[in-house]
């Protein structure tokens, strides 16, 4: 359908860009016309009408330049749905079809408790207008973010507590409250108090929804998530970059992943699956079936990693130092070494920083936040100087979404294997589960019902 959409918006530009070119030929003179047909005859198309040809090549004149425009100066956003990547599509079937049957019958394994605390993205700032709410799922949970008169963001249950209608669909947004579509109860953002019934003289002090603690940095809207109810115990870091306006947004990627969540972070630690997985040039694709092909065996991709936990006060955080080199046939190209530091903070956000001898500094922000017990929504925000060409920091978020679609297909097969055997050179694997277990409490909530066999 979207297809469909822009194929007929090109159609219609067309028209109207060539209903343009007529009027302004009609204002030619006789001369001018003249010469025309000559240059017309010349092209040995004499039969086919001048003017017609002529307003269907400046159609697409303008159509070129528009995606150059967009190619050059518009941000990238590439944002795919649950089956989109990740998963074989074998001739006959959809790719829905391919995707339902490896998540109903791929074994999971034993796996950690499914929402480790922590701060999760819902949304980027720029997504919530002044008075505008959305429906956002996290940790299982349905929440209304919404913006108030007073231009902050506010995160609440979705659920009335009434009657039980979402506040997010058809919910309006009041002051700093919001009003529920069923019976124009008011939920104050700040609290969830029930500041207003429209029908009731007084309101009960029961009244309320839960109010989750949220804060916005970064130019993201984010919550913080713990099973017992325990107020935030670590803040995001703030990136003056950003908030001066030095770093400006560049585009973002969106993709659902059908894993534990812990598989994603884990893979910083895993330094051998970059040598084997990452290695092969990001023109060989996704399709891990294809990435080694000796077509593209030309351009091959260096790493250098390092990972590390970080000491108190930010125990909560760790780091990973990434040095990158590109070779072409053979030869370093020392041009496109490119030197990252990835820090995680918490279970769901982290930043990857990037500096480069004269494409500049920048950073993407890789954010992951659980929807399900293994339905994680993934998003990679890049933000980069804003004296550098767009297209630079665009290359680099299309570079890493290639090869961050390597893992997907990685993560939606897998399973979760909790006492995995291990070589010498695997110990930061393990080091990094230790690192991670602090973000589980003896109340996280767990996946109840596992199918690993095929009993019938």
């Known amino acids: 359908m979207h297809s469909q959409n822009l194929s007929n918006g090109r159609v219609t530009a067309i028209i109207a860009l060539g209903a343009g070119a007529m009027l302004a030929l009609q204002g030619t003179d006789l001369d001018s016309a003249a010469s025309v047909s000559l240059v017309w005859e010349g092209t040995g198309l004499l039969g086919v009408p001048a003017r017609a040809v ?28 649950p089956d989109d990547v990740g998963y074989i599509t074998e001739e006959g079937r959809s790719r829905a079809r391919a995707a339902n049957e490896v998540r109903r019958r791929r074994k999971v394994g034993e796996l950690p408790p499914v929402y480790p605390n922590g701060w999760y993205r819902v949304l980027d700032s720029r ?23 007073d231009g902050k963001a506010y995160v609440l249950d979705a659920y009335c507590p009434h009657l039980g209608a979402n506040l997010a669909v058809g919910g309006r947004v009041v002051g700093s409250c919001i009003e529920c579509p069923f019976h124009g109860w008011q939920f104050h953002g700040k609290d969830g108090k029930c500041v207003k019934i429209p029908y009731a003289e007084k309101v009960p002090e ?83 079936r294809y990435t080694n092909s000796k077509t593209w065996e030309f351009l091959r991709h260096d790493w250098k990693a390092h990972w590390e936990p970080e000491a108190e006060p930010n125990k909560h955080c760790s780091k990973m130092l990434v040095k ?25 956000v982290v930043f990857l920083q990037f500096e480069h001898s004269f494409l500049g ?33 665009k290359f680099i978020l299309r570079a890493e979404c290639i090869q961050f679609e390597r893992d997907v297909m990685i993560w939606n097969n897998k399973k979760y294997i909790s ?29 109840n019902y596992q199918r690993d066999t095929l009993d019938f």
């Open 54 to 81: 002529l307003c269907i090549i400046a159609g697409i004149s303008f159509l070129v330049l528009g995606w150059l425009y967009r190619l050059f100066f518009c941000p990238l956003e590439l944002l795919k749905t």
């Open 127 to 149: 997504m919530l207008e002044r008075g505008e709410v959305k429906n956002v799922s996290v940790v299982g949970e349905q929440v209304a973010v919404f913006r108030g008169q």
């Open 206 to 288: 029961f009244a309320k929804v839960r109010c989750w603690p949220s804060c916005e940095v970064n130019g993201q809207i984010l919550v913080w998530y713990h099973c017992d109810g325990e107020d935030p115990q670590w803040t995001v870091p703030e990136l003056q970059e950003i908030t001066k306006g030095e770093w400006v947004y560049r585009g973002r990627t969106e993709h659902f992943i059908n894993a534990h969540i812990q598989e994603i972070p884990e893979n910083a630690a895993d330094i051998a699956h970059l040598a084997h997985l990452h290695t092969p040039g990001i023109v060989s694709g996704v399709d891990l």
């Open 419 to 447: 006492k995995p055997v291990l070589v010498k050179e695997d110990s930061t694997i393990q080091k990094h589960r230790r690192w991670f277990s602090q973000f589980y409490s003896e109340n996280s909530p767990r996946l």
């Open 324 to 348: 990158h080199a590109i070779t072409v046939f053979g030869h370093h190209w020392s041009l496109l070494d490119v030197d990252v530091v990835a820090r995680q903070v918490g279970p769901g």
């Open 361 to 393: 500094r920048g950073v993407i922000l890789h954010c992951v936040t659980p929807v399900e017990p293994l339905l994680q929504f993934v998003s990679h925000i890049v933000f980069y100087q804003s004296n550098i060409p767009p297209i630079v920091p």
